[in-house]
């Protein structure tokens, strides 16, 4: 494989260039988090934009532009000193090109939408070599199917987001033994009336008598979010309880870090009691030690108030997504983490919702992006022929022309 590391646009175009005339295999890398690997290929052009990082802040206007293989993390580190904070995702390390080109929900989602809703525009190197903006008023079509259609339609080299005045948030982690699939069942019910000031994650330790650990990120009123936060506190009697008022990127970019993270994920239509007790089976036998099953991004909201056809990334209310979690520390594979994540994924594949968000789609084939994008996979489609008719871009969750 030939890594190519670009430091702008016409990098990018050369490299594409090259890619076409020698009718060899391309892949776009930004944070390297992509869940199935596929910005990472044996073989072929890797185009790597990690030096194409910068973060550039107009704090007076509220505007970043970001380039194309920056992670969240310098974003939100960015907009700290001015009490701004950016709609990305829970994690600080991965990149703002794949969470962005898939749609992004992250600690803000309830309050300020999905990462795409905060988009104002984007610069693409498309498969022919051009350079486009694609923004509300440049290339329309572009720009829409940018929003949550993936890596399909162009090498993005910097985005422009909207920031919000975030500065501090009640954030933290809560944490008790309990049985998960009383927890779960709470979890639901507490789900259903939180406010949109409220995002978490729970993530379950394995075993019978499981650790849940909360992590939690109320922005909003302080008073409120701790009136609204009573029922987790009370739920059990907590063993770990950091929750406290904060900066955003004090607690947003804190999280923990691992060497490696082997990650499967999906959605489910709510925490209805067959996926509880699909749940509760995995978390219940057990498994390596360090593995989680958690359970995240409630959809509900700002996140849920855009008009269904404004972007191609499908938010329904009331779905939930979940994470299989195994991480260590240290170089190599350790294959007993990865075959338990890949078995617990397959346990859980007839118990997701028919489409899932395609960030966490784990399971490959076309026809799980085909009902990931639902409605709007036409319009992909179309736009796709028109951007990139060879599918040049197609290590991703890929839409053909
Ligand atoms: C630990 C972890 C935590 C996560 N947390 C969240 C979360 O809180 N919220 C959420 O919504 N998602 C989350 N995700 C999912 C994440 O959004 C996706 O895995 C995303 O694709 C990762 O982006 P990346 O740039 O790091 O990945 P990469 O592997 O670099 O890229 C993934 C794909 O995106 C495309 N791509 C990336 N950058 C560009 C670019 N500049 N131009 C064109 N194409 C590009 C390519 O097709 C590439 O194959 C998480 C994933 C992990 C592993």
């Known amino acids: 494989m030939l890594i190519v590391q670009p430091e702008g646009p016409d990098d990018v ?5 090259f890619v076409r005339t020698q009718g060899v295999d391309v892949a776009v890398r930004c944070g390297g988090h992509d869940l199935l690997g596929v910005s990472t ?8 934009l990690s030096r194409m990082n910068d973060v550039v802040l107009d704090p007076v206007a509220g505007v970043a532009r970001v380039g194309g293989g920056a992670r969240a993390g310098a974003l939100t580190a960015a907009g700290a000193p001015h009490g701004l904070a950016p709609a990305l995702g829970m994690n600080p390390n991965v990149g703002v090109g794949g969470l962005t080109l898939g749609g992004g929900m992250g600690w803000l989602a309830g309050t300020h939408g999905a990462t795409v809703d905060n988009l104002l525009a984007v610069d693409v190197v498309t498969a022919d070599g051009r350079s486009l903006k694609a923004s509300a008023d440049e290339n329309e079509d572009l720009f829409w ?18 920031m919000r005045p975030v500065p501090q948030v009640l ?40 650790f849940a650990i909360t992590r939690l990120c109320w922005s909003g009123d302080a008073a409120a979010g701790a009136a609204a936060l009573r ?24 999280a923990a870090h691992f060497d490696n993270m082997f990650l499967r994920g999906g959605e489910f239509a709510g925490l209805g009691d067959e ?19 958690g359970v995240l991004h409630y959809m509900h909201g700002a996140l849920c108030r855009v008009p269904a056809d404004a972007t191609p ?56 992006v085909r009902d990931s994008f639902g409605p709007h996979h036409a319009r992909l489609r179309a736009i796709k ?17």
């Not at 009370?234 to 008022?245: C, E, I």
């Not at 022929?385 to 022309?401: G, K, V």
């Open 41 to 48: 290929p044996a073989r072929g052009v890797l185009i790597d």
């Open 313 to 368: 990334f499908i938010r329904t209310p009331g779905h939930i997504l979940y994470n299989i979690v195994a991480p260590w520390q240290g170089a190599g594979l350790q294959r007993d983490r990865m075959d338990w994540a890949l078995a617990a994924s397959e346990a859980l594949r007839g118990v997701n919702s028919k489409g899932i968000y395609i960030n966490y789609l784990s399971y490959e084939g076309e026809a799980h």
């Open 275 to 293: 996926v509880i007790d699909a749940l509760a089976a995995i978390i219940e036998r057990g498994g390596p030690k360090d593995c989680l099953v």
């Open 171 to 210: 954030a933290g982690d809560i944490g008790y033994r309990t049985d998960p699939a009383r927890f779960l069942r709470f979890l639901r019910d507490f789900l259903a009336t939180s406010p949109d000031e409220l995002e978490l994650g729970v993530l379950f330790s394995l075993g019978s008598n499981p």
């Open 385 to 401: 022929r028109r951007y990139d008719p060879e599918n040049l871009f197609h290590h991703n969750r890929n839409i053909r022309a």
């Open 13 to 17: 175009a050369r490299t594409l260039d």
């Open 145 to 162: 199917a940018l929003r949550g259609g993936g890596g399909n339609f162009g090498v993005a080299t910097a985005f422009t987001y909207r």
């Open 231 to 254: 029922p987790l506190r009370t739920f059990a009697s907590p063993m770990l309880d950091t929750v406290r008022p904060q900066s955003y990127a004090g607690f947003a970019n804190g």
